[in-house]
């Protein structure tokens, strides 16, 4: 199966707390890169970040920061010292080949986020 | 990240009638995709077009929905007879960029 989860539906952290967005993934390719996107109330899809199966080495960028461990199948997201700015639905997706040899992308059913001021 | 522009941003619509959603791509893309949103739940994939032909499509693209590109530069999604259910936000996607997916800013649509 080629499957993306984010158990966690919604959550509200006060402002300036840490938060971490969990994402646990299953495929069967050995090569595959996982994405996290974020979707504001205007409703785009903003990219954040993309990683690649080979490469295990966590990211930082600025106030937020990715944890990917092939061991766990997981790849979460953590925002440090969080703003109101960072209130959102946040997707994590996989890229994957399909049965028709074709790349795809399948996405958890997301995490939204509220930052309470 | 280079941008990937849709048109109309929101459209209203009435149940039975045809829409027309386009996207303009980056160029020189080869692989471009559609995506849909019903509203509050995750993105699910439509369609991916290759080379101007369909080359996988999910159950969900059934034969209500079309796609081309008929100048060679604008990708559109067509839905002939617009049902209730087709309400949603749409996205189309491209590869080939060093961010990988691509997304345009997406096309709300509400069927009444």
């Known amino acids: 199966a080629q499957k993306v989860t984010q158990a966690q539906t919604e959550i509200s952290v006060v402002e300036k707390e840490d938060v971490t967005l969990d994402c646990v993934y299953e495929?069967?390719?050995?090569?595959?890169?996982l994405f996290w996107y974020k979707q504001p109330p205007s409703g785009e899809l903003v990219f954040l970040i993309r990683r690649n199966s080979f490469d295990e080495q966590n990211e930082i960028s600025g106030r937020y920061s990715w944890n990917f461990q092939k061991s766990t199948s997981s790849f979460n997201f953590t925002i440090t010292a969080s703003q109101v700015v960072d209130s959102a639905v946040y997707f994590c997706?996989?890229?994957?080949?399909?049965?028709?040899?074709?790349?795809?992308?399948?996405f958890g059913t997301g995490t939204r986020l509220t930052i309470i001021p | 990240e280079p941008e990937v522009t849709q048109t109309p941003s929101h459209q209203v619509t009435q149940m039975g009638q045809e829409v027309i959603l386009r996207c303009v791509p980056i160029?020189?893309?080869?692989?471009f995709y559609w995506y849909r949103q019903i509203l509050g739940q995750k993105v699910e994939f439509l369609v991916s077009f290759y080379n101007n032909e369909i080359s996988e499509k999910s159950e969900i693209f059934d034969d209500q929905f079309s796609v081309e590109r008929p100048d060679g530069s604008n990708f559109t999604l067509k839905i002939r007879s617009t049902k209730l259910e087709d309400s949603a936000m749409y996205f189309c996607?491209?590869?080939?960029?060093?961010?990988?997916?691509?997304f345009g800013s997406g096309t709300r649509l509400t069927v009444v």
């Open positions: 996607a491209e590869t080939g960029t060093a961010y990988g997916y691509t």
């Open positions: 160029s020189n893309h080869l692989y």
């Open positions: 495929t069967r390719d050995t090569t595959y890169y």
């Open positions: 997706a996989l890229r994957f080949i399909s049965n028709f040899g074709n790349e795809k992308l399948t």
